[in-house]
């Protein structure tokens, strides 16, 4: 069974750093492209960054020169680190394959402010 979970999220004033992590598991990992998306509250779940099993890196506008994807094939897990970050960027955090499937983890919980 696919399943993911995130963790590393916290409460930090703007301008501070964290760094999320995933594990994933119920799958071949490094065969998969990865991705972190995040849903703020009242809005819908959006895209944040992703990286391809070859590492090839895109991200969001609002992600980029702040946000870092990176992957470990060996331990099938995910990360992101987060600098700079700013209230917008309130939202829970979520890991996932590309394409995304239906199996999602819990999230895990990024607060900016002061």
């Known amino acids: 069974q696919v399943q993911f979970v995130e963790s590393g999220g916290g409460l930090v004033q703007p301008g501070g750093s964290l760094r999320l992590s995933c594990a994933a598991s119920?799958?071949?990992?490094?065969?998969?492209?990865m991705a972190w998306l995040r849903q703020a509250p009242g809005k819908q779940r959006e895209w944040v960054a992703s990286?391809?099993?070859?590492?090839?890196?895109i991200y969001t506008d609002s992600a980029k020169g702040r946000f870092i994807i990176s992957r470990d094939n060996a331990k099938n897990a995910l990360y992101l680190q987060m600098n700079s970050l700013k209230p917008e960027d309130t939202a829970v955090y979520y890991c996932?394959?590309?394409?995304?499937?239906?199996?999602w983890g819990q999230g895990t919980q990024v607060t900016v402010s002061s």
């Open positions: 990286i391809t099993r070859d590492g090839i890196i």
């Open positions: 996932n394959r590309l394409p995304v499937g239906p199996n």
């Open positions: 119920g799958f071949t990992f490094g065969t998969y492209s």
